[in-house]
């Protein structure tokens, strides 16, 4: 059966599925698959399948807990975003102050970053998600936003839209602040989402890489997966003595592809093990059922004020409920955004969410966007169109 819910509106905002069967009958449900032995000591586990947003394994993932060097790919996200606006050039060439770098040169991981030392945008890029190097978060940051507290605003902007609710920034590269930066595995699944999603040729760019030249010094990652599970392409370590070992990790595996959490590991070695094993075991104890193709229209919904009077849904990537590998169980689909959607649309815009139920599973939700741009309406658009939705 398909749902829909409109939600922030008086009344329900109309969406139609484009004659695409709403519900799949199943195999008799099956007990899921126990979890592997090597994630049992772990305070926070997540692993979410991003085909279909259904966590297959979930422990604390809203428990807020200290990200360490994760917090690094808020600060690469922030800076994709500031370069697809063109406040931020790959090419741009940053200065290091000379208080940063009496600072920050060899706090920590580094790139050992000299005063009035010049680096271009790409190389700091390169130096935060594989090195994780500090110095060069810091020196990223001052350089664009003009302080630290410039661009942790952005970052937190960023993450209020992203919906990253549980999560907060008081630092680029995660060094202890007190508390006053911290995240949840729920959140940084969304982030890693949001990076796969909106900046894929950046994400290939700069994750998943196992070192890094940096003059004449060769700086390596603490990944713990690529380069040794297949498909394993990032994301990032981060460790403080008061975070402890986590990681947030991602593999594809035949158009299919995971993320993960760990946080609170004891050792690297616990943290590489169980992150090795929760990936492997996603892939091997769980298998797919397609829905919809990417491009597919999955249903429309209806605009106010714009030159259109629905806008159709689709998705840019496949999307598929995810079962235990041995059952199933009836699959059921929902569609939910915050209506009205007004005009104007961008084609591409995110404006929905396909939600789906896969027999006694935890729901999972895929985003949805717009099939088509939608111009912003005059006087006789909105009145016909108007009228359309109020009799349709």
């Known amino acids: ?9 008086a009344r329900q905002a109309c969406l139609a599925v484009l004659g695409l069967a709403a519900s799949w009958a199943q195999p008799a449900a099956a007990s899921l698959p126990p979890p592997p032995p090597e994630i049992a000591g772990l305070p926070v586990v997540l692993l979410v399948d991003l085909g279909s947003g259904q966590a297959l394994y979930a422990r604390n993932p809203d428990r807020r807990f200290l990200p360490a060097s994760m917090t690094k790919v808020m600060t690469a996200y922030v800076a994709f975003e500031e370069i697809r606006r063109g406040k931020l050039r790959p090419n741009q060439r940053i200065t290091v102050r000379d208080e940063t770098a009496r600072v920050w040169s060899g706090k920590g991981t580094s790139m050992y970053l000299m005063p009035g030392e010049q680096l271009g945008v790409t190389s700091l890029l390169h130096g935060v998600m594989t090195a994780s190097a500090n110095d060069a978060a810091i020196v990223l940051a001052e350089g664009h936003a003009g302080s630290v507290r410039g661009w942790t605003y952005l970052m937190n902007h960023t993450a209020r839209r992203l919906g990253m609710k549980g999560s ?29 999603r909106d ?14 030249k940096w003059r004449n010094r060769v700086l390596y990652s603490h990944d713990p997966v690529t380069g040794v599970l297949a498909g394993a392409d990032g994301i990032k370590t981060g460790y403080t003595r008061e975070a402890g070992y986590n990681f947030l990790g991602s593999a594809v595996r035949e158009g299919r592809r995971l993320v993960m959490v760990t946080g609170g590991a004891v ?33 429309k ?6 030159t259109d009077a629905a806008v159709a849904l689709t998705s840019p990537s496949p999307i598929y409920a995810t079962l235990p590998l041995s059952g199933g169980g009836n699959i059921r689909l929902r569609v939910i955004y915050n209506g009205p959607i007004k005009a104007p649309l ?7 969410e396909l939600e789906i139920r896969a027999g006694s599973m935890p729901a999972g939700r895929v985003p949805l966007v717009a099939a088509q741009a939608v111009s912003k309406g005059g006087t006789m658009d909105r009145l016909v169109n108007g009228l359309k939705n109020l009799f349709s």
Do not use: C
Not at 179 to 195: E, I, K, P, Q, Y
Not at 346 to 352: C, D, I, Y
């Open 1 to 9: 059966m398909f749902w829909t819910t409109a939600t922030g509106a």
């Open 168 to 196: 907060h920034f008081a630092t680029p590269n995660g060094w202890p602040d007190g508390g006053r930066t911290f995240v949840n595995a729920r959140d940084l699944v969304r982030l890693a989402s949001a990076m796969i």
């Open 301 to 306: 919904a209806r605009v106010q004020g714009g």
């Open 199 to 212: 900046f894929p040729t950046e994400y290939a760019t700069y994750s998943g890489k196992t070192s890094f």
């Open 346 to 352: 961008a084609k591409g815009q995110t404006v929905a």
């Open 267 to 299: 050792s690297e070695a616990q943290r590489t093990e169980a992150s090795r094993t929760l990936l492997e075991w996603g892939f091997a104890r769980w298998r797919t059922r397609p829905l919809f193709k990417a491009g597919d229209r999955i249903a």
